[in-house]
Nanobody, 123 residues
Framework: QVQLVESGGGSVQAGGSLRLSCAAS????????MGWFRQAQGKEREGVAA???????TYADSVKGRFTISKDIAKNTLYLEMNNLKPEDTAMYYC?????????????????WGQGTQVTVSS
């Protein structure tokens, strides 16, 4: 089993920045692929960014150039650096992991999920 715990969410004004963290524990051998997803109120969950075991990252078009995903293997921690935040980035952000996924931004590919951390961006 894998446990994922997110942190770093909060409230910021548009144009601000936040850094989310996701600490993995348990059988971290199943965290080769990790990703960030978000779900805004009344909307479906969507993939934001993902990174594989080789460090190759994938981003949703809506966050390209503003968000950066990274992983510290020694600390078993995933990060999401979010810059130039917009009100439409407001959502609950979730960390997800699995041994292997075919579509990095597809939530149905991941079996392990954190509880989420709220990000609120005001205009």
């Amino acid at each position: 089993q894998v446990q994922l715990v997110e942190s770093g969410g909060g409230s910021v004004q548009a144009g601000g920045s936040l850094r989310l963290s996701c600490a993995a524990s348990g059988y971290t051998g199943s965290t080769a692929f990790m990703g960030w997803f978000r779900q805004a109120q009344g909307k479906e969950r969507e993939g934001v960014a993902a990174i594989d075991s080789d460090g190759i990252s994938t981003y949703a078009d809506s966050v390209k150039g503003r968000f950066t995903i990274s992983k510290d293997i020694a600390k078993n921690t995933l990060y999401l650096e979010m810059n130039n935040l917009k009100p439409e980035d407001t959502a609950m952000y979730y960390c997800a992991a699995d041994l292997w996924v075919g579509h990095p931004l597809a939530d149905w590919e991941y079996n392990y999920w954190g509880q989420g951390t709220q990000v609120t961006v005001s205009s």
